[in-house]
C-alpha cells in the first residue's frame, strides 16, 4: 500500500479494517478519515473528529466521533487540553484553549482578543507593535509617543510634529509651558525666570520689579536713581516744563525736581538789588547795597535813592546801619 493520500505517512499505529481504510480505493490514516473536518488548530496542533476507537492520553476517554488536539505526539480531548496543556493567557491570565485562536511572542502566549495595545487597546493580531521591555505591547504610534520626549508640564510624551517650548534642554506642549503666577501659556511671549519658575513679563513685573517713586508702576527696564528712589526715565521729569531731566543739570524743591531755568524763574528767590534769582552762595556782594528800599523796609527815613555803598561785615551804611541787618533775603 502506498502512503495516506491526505497526511502522506507511511505507517499509523492505530488502523482498523485490517490495517486497510480506503476512501475511492485510496488508503487513509484513521486520523485522516474525515479530511472535512481537519482544521488549523491554534498552534501546529490538529483538531479532527475521530471514527474509531482512540483514547485521550490523560482521561483516557474515547475520542471516537470527538474533537481533539494533538500536542507533542499526544492525542488529548478538548477538555483536557484546556485544564492541562493550553497556555495561558499574559493579558487575561486565563487559559487559551482549544477553540481559541493563539497569538505568541518570545515564549508569551495570548488570546487573539486580548492582544491588544497596552495603552489605546487598538488589536494588533494584524498590525505592526512593539514589545517594550517592561512587557508591554504597544501600537507603533502609541510606542513613539511613549518612547519621545516627555512635557516637563504635564509629563505625557510630546509627539513629533506638535507644537512644543524647549528651553534649557527640555521641552514643553506649548499649552504647558505657562506662567506661575497667573498660569497662562505663555506661547510666544517672553518670560522671565525666578528659581525654577516660569513668569510671563507682566506678573515678574509686578511680583519683582522695582517701583517707579512717581508713579508707583514697576520699571522694566533702564531707569534712573536719584536719592536712593528708582524712576522711570519718562517720570523724572522737570516739575514746570516737563523736560527730561536724565543725564541733565537738575535742582529739587519741596520734593519737586526742576530743570536750572525753570528753577531760576519760578522758585529761585530774587535780589533785591538786581532782580535776578538767587540760586547759592556764590550771589554777588555788590548786589546786596543800601538802597531807598532797604531804609523802607527799616522804618528810615530817605536819605537817597541808591547810595551805591557794598554792604559787608566791615563796611558801614551812610546811615550807620551793619551789612549783617540787611544782608539775609528773608528779611528784607
Avoid at 534769582?277 to 541808591?306: D, H, W
Wanted: charged fraction near 25%; proline fraction near 4%; glycine fraction near 6%.
Amino acid at each position: 500500500m502506498g502512503p495516506c493520500v491526505c497526511c502522506k505517512r507511511q505507517h499509523c499505529p492505530h488502523l482498523a479494517l485490517n490495517g486497510k481504510l480506503t476512501r475511492q480505493d485510496k488508503r487513509l490514516q484513521v486520523d485522516c478519515l474525515t479530511v472535512s473536518c481537519v482544521s488549523p488548530g491554534p498552534r501546529s496542533y490538529l483538531t479532527s473528529t475521530m471514527t474509531d476507537r482512540f483514547d485521550c492520553a490523560y482521561c483516557r476517554d474515547n475520542l471516537h466521533g470527538k474533537k481533539y488536539v494533538k500536542k507533542d505526539d499526544k492525542h488529548v480531548c478538548t477538555k483536557c487540553f484546556d485544564k492541562l496543556c493550553a497556555n495561558t493567557c499574559a493579558e487575561c491570565k486565563r487559559p487559551i484553549g482549544a477553540d481559541s485562536k493563539e497569538l505568541h511572542h518570545k515564549n508569551r502566549y495570548w488570546h487573539e482578543d486580548c492582544f491588544r495595545c497596552a495603552k489605546c487597546y487598538k488589536p494588533l493580531a494584524s498590525e505592526q507593535f512593539m514589545a517594550r521591555d517592561d512587557g508591554k505591547i504597544m501600537c507603533g504610534k502609541c510606542s513613539s509617543r511613549e518612547d519621545g520626549n516627555r512635557c516637563q508640564g504635564c509629563y505625557k510624551v510630546i509627539m513629533p510634529g506638535s507644537k512644543n517650548v524647549e528651553y534649557k534642554n527640555k521641552m514643553w506642549h506649548e499649552e504647558c509651558f505657562k506662567c506661575f503666577d497667573c498660569n497662562q501659556p505663555i506661547h510666544t511671549q517672553s518670560f522671565m525666570t525666578k528659581g525654577d519658575n516660569f513668569y510671563c513679563a507682566a506678573c515678574h513685573d509686578k511680583k519683582f520689579a522695582k517701583k517707579c517713586f512717581h508713579c508707583k508702576q514697576p520699571i522694566t527696564s533702564g531707569g534712573v536713581s536719584y536719592q536712593d528712589h528708582p524712576w522711570h526715565s519718562e517720570c523724572f521729569v522737570c516739575n514746570t516744563c516737563r523736560k527730561p531731566l536724565a543725564g541733565a543739570r537738575f535742582t529739587s524743591h519741596e520734593n519737586n525736581i526742576y530743570c536750572v531755568d525753570c528753577f531760576k524763574t519760578d522758585v529761585a528767590k530774587k535780589c533785591h538789588g538786581c532782580n535776578n534769582p538767587i540760586t547759592g552762595q556764590s550771589s554777588r556782594k555788590q548786589c546786596f547795597v543800601c538802597m531807598i528800599y532797604v531804609a523802607n523796609k527799616l522804618g528810615l527815613p530817605c536819605i537817597s535813592t541808591e547810595c551805591k555803598v557794598e554792604l559787608t561785615d566791615s563796611v558801614l551804611c551812610l546811615l550807620g546801619i551793619s551789612c549783617t541787618n540787611i544782608m539775609a533775603s528773608d528779611k528784607l
